[in-house]
């Protein structure tokens, strides 16, 4: 029994997280699993320190979580065992007016070994149990 309120608990933790998922899939057309990868990516980067990230991402227009959604999965492949180094002039500036400090692809690059680790860790503990094939996981708070 007290794995099931454990999972109410994280579900219930997690309700804006859920509903972004359920905005960018159903609203937005969003494939599933590229949604679930981003949101993976945001939370990681607020266990780092980046506070709020999913709460000020929901709050924005389509338009805007399309963008931060495009750049959240270039980010992701820097941050491959396999990601190749990015010159200068390929790098770009990503979530720009979302973070008070600039932050750029290479960033995760060459932080990918802490980043994806830090970033599977998320998506085994958090993502895996909170967002199904193709809609966030609705809470029972029954416990049924």
């Not at 389509?62 to 491959?80: M, V």
């Not at 932080?111 to 860790?121: A, D, K, P, Q, V």
């Amino acid at each position: 029994m007290a794995r099931v309120g454990s999972l109410v608990d994280i579900l219930l933790f997690y309700t804006i997280e859920r509903l972004l998922f359920n905005k960018m899939v159903c609203s937005m057309g969003k494939n599933p699993q590229m949604v679930k990868k981003a949101l993976a990516l945001w939370l990681m980067l607020e266990e780092i320190g980046y506070h709020d990230l999913i709460r000020m991402i929901h709050s924005f227009d389509n338009n805007t979580i399309e963008a931060l959604f495009d750049e959240g999965l270039q980010c992701l492949e820097c941050i491959q065992p396999n990601a190749i180094e990015l010159s200068e002039s390929e790098d770009t500036q990503v979530f720009v007016g979302l973070l008070d400090e600039p932050m750029n692809r290479r960033f995760f690059y060459y932080n990918r070994e802490f980043m994806h680790e830090s970033y599977m860790h998320v998506m085994e503990t958090v993502c895996d149990k909170i967002f199904g094939e193709t809609l966030a996981i609705e809470v029972d708070e029954s416990g049924m």
